[in-house]
């Protein structure tokens, strides 16, 4: 896949094209990580994503690890990093640049987590401390890392061993102070105040949001589950049946020595409440860091279950773990194809698509620094919400152009093309735009060159004949004769609308011009038979 996104935006930053906002919010991932991949693959998308597979790779053998030290046992390790690694929750982290950020949170939460465990294991204050400095490069890389310290917590008090309490403090310590500097540098953070990262203090908003997330776990027969990004109102029933059974499940390991099912619940609560809040903001994705906590915990109560039950059930459990990595095959490729109208229906396929298809083809076109150019069509087709298509029902009538926002306001053209100038979207050549170098573009970000000035107005009136709009048409050829009368095909489309506009002398005036001016043209004996016969 091709970049798609907000992966135009950290281009444009780690290429000093546009100023990187410097704050306490996300330098590492945003800032540091993007400034290193961009100077060693440039704009090889391949690279990035291979990058971003292998920090998911590496975050499922963490699952792993860390299962290890939470269940004491390698097959229901295995089964965790498994159900962490095939879970189709990890589908736009591994299809979207920008979710690096996702990536990398989770990679140094799962890193800081496996080290403090073995360190408080032994009583280490270096690897203590070492531990301490990942949860911090985690905070760096996403500040939903902020509640790290009730996941310490609750392992120290429910792993049932006598670590001292002091083996949390360099984890609390170093949250502390990045709690206390990045409040202290709050106005520094470019997206807060901003309405798409605001939060609802709603108890209600947030506990059907809560409910949303908690459906999303279970509706494994719906591959594109945020296609509407959105809390949904009618979740609480199952999301209430999901929070049952996690509450189930917890009260029947009350009375065992260890508890790992409740240190992977501490891990899903602390790490999905930061998010629950967010209006404007509800993803899939927000659960890839969550859901290690609760695959230590299905993996905690399998092997439980295992331990107690006839063999039998440990083969069942091992065919259903097996179902679940081919439902989430499944979902993946559904996920990759999936359709509404011509587009993807994942916004980041759609994007990234449309990104690449205009992108080869403004290369192909050999733009250069100093250009102007220009995107046109006479017809384009209306399209309005591209993943909820019943909100056109009572949408207001106006135009929205999916390749219009894939390219972002024009930033993708100054960073792919920096020194041409982009001038934007149009159903009509303004007369300001008549020396850019025009493109009529399609649907599906494919882009064709029709020239400068008299030339464009010609090819773009040629386009709306095809789309039967005379009227349209006519005022094109007219402005392609008027800036230079040496094209054939201006005048030859004004016979066609000045007769279906029903101006017949007009159309038999241009048929004489066109026949004296341009007699050895292909079109001439059919002009000459139908107006002349």
Not at 126 to 138: I, N
Not at 365 to 375: E, L, N, Q, S
Not at 489 to 509: E, H, M, N, W
Request: glycine residues 6%; positive net charge.
């Amino acid at each position: 896949m091709f970049f798609a996104q907000d992966d135009v935006t950290f281009l444009a930053r780690a290429r000093g094209l546009a100023p990187t906002p410097w704050s306490l919010a996300r330098p590492f991932s945003e800032g540091w990580v993007w400034r290193g991949l961009n100077a060693a693959f440039g704009f090889e998308p391949l690279a990035y994503h291979a990058f971003g597979f292998g920090l998911h790779l590496a975050n499922a053998a963490l699952v792993y690890a860390v299962g290890l030290r939470l269940l004491r046992s390698r097959p229901a390790a295995a089964a965790a990093a498994v159900l962490f690694g095939a879970s189709s929750i990890a589908f736009t982290p591994t299809h979207w640049t920008s979710c690096i950020v996702e990536l990398l949170v989770t990679t140094l939460s799962l890193a800081a987590f496996r080290l403090w465990l073995d360190a408080r294991a032994r009583n280490a204050a270096g690897p203590l401390w070492l531990a301490a400095l990942l949860g911090l490069l985690a905070l760096l890389s996403k500040e939903s890392a902020i509640l790290f310290p009730l996941v310490l917590l609750a392992a120290h008090v429910r792993l049932g061993s006598r670590a001292p309490v002091r083996t949390l403090a360099p984890q609390v310590i170093a949250t502390a102070a990045y709690a206390v500097a990045l409040l202290a540098t709050l106005r520094l953070v470019h997206y807060v105040g901003s309405e798409t990262y605001s939060m609802s203090r709603s108890p209600a908003f947030i506990a059907l949001n809560l409910a949303t997330y908690l459906r999303w776990l279970v509706a494994l027969t719906v591959p594109v589950r945020d296609a509407v990004a959105a809390m949904s109102p009618d979740a609480w029933r199952s999301g209430l049946a999901v929070a049952l059974a996690i509450a189930f499940a917890l009260w029947s390991q009350r009375r065992e020595p260890r508890h790992p099912e409740e240190i992977g619940a501490a891990w899903f609560v602390a790490f999905l409440a930061p998010v629950v809040a967010l209006r404007h903001h509800t993803y899939l994705y927000y659960l890839y860091l969550p859901w290690p906590g609760l695959c230590w915990m299905l993996a905690a109560i399998g092997q439980r279950l295992a331990r107690r039950s006839p063999p039998a059930l440990a083969w069942a459990m091992a065919a259903a773990l097996v179902a679940f990595v081919g439902v989430e095959y499944r979902n993946v490729r559904a996920r990759e194809h999936a359709m509404v109208g011509p587009f993807a229906q994942d916004k980041t396929i759609r994007e990234a698509m449309l990104l690449e298809n205009a992108i080869q083809d403004l290369r192909a076109a050999g733009v250069r620094p100093g250009d102007r150019i220009a995107f046109v069509n006479p017809a384009p087709r209306r399209h309005f919400a591209v993943a909820d298509t019943s909100a056109a029902k009572a949408a207001p009538v106006h135009s929205y152009v999916p390749l219009e926002g894939a390219l972002r306001g024009g930033e993708a053209i100054r960073v792919f093309f920096p020194g041409v100038e982009y001038l934007g979207f149009e159903s009509r050549l303004p007369r300001e735009w008549e020396d850019a170098q025009v493109f009529l573009f399609h649907d599906d970000g494919t882009l064709r060159a029709v020239g400068r000035g008299s030339q464009a107005l010609a090819e773009l009136g040629r386009f709306a004949l095809r789309t039967r709009q005379w009227k349209e048409a006519d005022e094109m050829f007219l402005r392609s004769r008027a800036l230079g009368d040496t094209l054939a095909d201006a005048t030859y489309g004004l016979i066609i609308t000045s007769d279906f506009l029903g101006r017949p002398q007009d159309s038999k005036r241009h048929a004489a011009d066109f026949l004296r001016r341009w007699p050895n043209d292909p079109r001439a004996r059919d002009v000459a038979s139908a107006m002349f016969p």
